[in-house]
């Protein structure tokens, strides 16, 4: 299914989603990467910093299992976000990396929580050192039984820490300069 985002339109993924701040990781049946970053009362600086402002990503892992944690800071400290990710929850694709082998692009959208309004995008190249972390984690994942418990339940492990916190115990993987006007 072909989706059209448009800024200053609502957004056509994740209509259902509770209108809270927080970021989705998704990959489409094609591939795509997508990643709505979800803001409420979103403000100019913030847009400015989705749509220009350097990114860097982190990696939080647990060398026993394979899982990991990614972390998203876009331009400002304010503007920082786990991201989430369980490749078993996607059952048409069960047990298949090549899926997400296919696309190193990544959709950044900034999308206003209370609306669900499109504010602003943003394409990026996925690093080849963060994708290359997340290929490694999926494939153990999609090989590891009952896996989505498993992760769940590290996850939830988590957030006893806030972000700043997990932010200082995670691994710098990559960082994308300021995009110029």
């Given at each position: ?113 209370n609306n669900n309004i499109l504010q602003c995008q943003r394409l990026i190249s996925i ?55």
């Amino acid at each position: 299914m072909l989706n059209e985002f448009v800024v200053g339109y609502e957004f056509p993924l994740f209509k259902n989603r509770p209108k809270r701040d927080g970021a989705v990781l998704e990959v489409s049946k094609e591939g795509s990467y997508l990643l709505p970053i979800f803001l409420s009362g979103m403000l100019p600086k913030e847009i400015e910093s989705i749509k220009r402002g350097k990114i860097e990503f982190r990696i939080f892992e647990d060398n026993d299992t394979g899982f990991l944690l990614t972390l998203i800071r876009l331009g400002m400290n304010a503007l920082t976000f786990e991201i989430v990710f369980d490749p078993t929850l996607y059952k048409d694709r069960k047990n298949d990396i090549s899926l997400y082998t296919k696309s190193n692009i990544l959709h950044i959208f900034g999308v206003e929580s209370n609306n669900n309004i499109l504010q602003c995008q943003r394409l990026i190249s996925i690093p080849p050192e963060l994708q290359a972390k997340w290929l490694n984690s999926w494939k153990k994942m999609l090989s590891t039984g009952d896996c989505s418990k498993k992760y769940s339940d590290w996850i939830l492990s988590l957030y006893r820490f806030d972000v700043k916190t997990l932010w200082s115990y995670s691994t710098c993987v990559a960082k994308i300069p300021k995009k110029s006007s």
